[in-house]
């Protein structure tokens, strides 16, 4: 860490161009333990009969409270912005079943 003018350390993030591409999901799987949260992001594709898991995430209770708080303020500012996002039932897309979901971590 590094410090700015005012003696506040800085922290410098430093992102990598693969990463900066970022990877596409229209899915997310979220199971979790007493110690862990565990988040797959999914792509799954019109008329295919397999989804394919393109990066999971594994992040503290604290850490995933953390970012469903900083989710809620970044949508509440986008709304502000642009209008209310629409949910939107969409035919022909499959949804799974969260009631009997058994996912592995």
Request: aromatic share 6%; no cysteine.
């Amino acid at each position: 860490m590094e410090q700015n003018g005012n003696g506040q350390k800085q922290l410098q993030i430093e992102l990598k161009e693969e990463t900066a591409q970022g990877v596409y999901s229209n899915l997310a799987m979220i199971t979790h333990s007493s110690s862990e949260f565990v988040m797959d992001f999914i792509s799954i594709l019109p008329g295919m009969a397999k989804a394919q898991v393109k990066s999971r995430v594994i992040m503290s209770p604290e850490h995933a409270k953390r970012l469903l708080m900083a989710l809620q303020d970044n949508i509440a500012k986008y709304e502000k912005a642009f209008g209310i996002i629409e949910m939107k039932g969409q035919k022909g897309t499959y949804i799974p079943p969260m009631s009997d979901f058994h996912g592995e971590a």
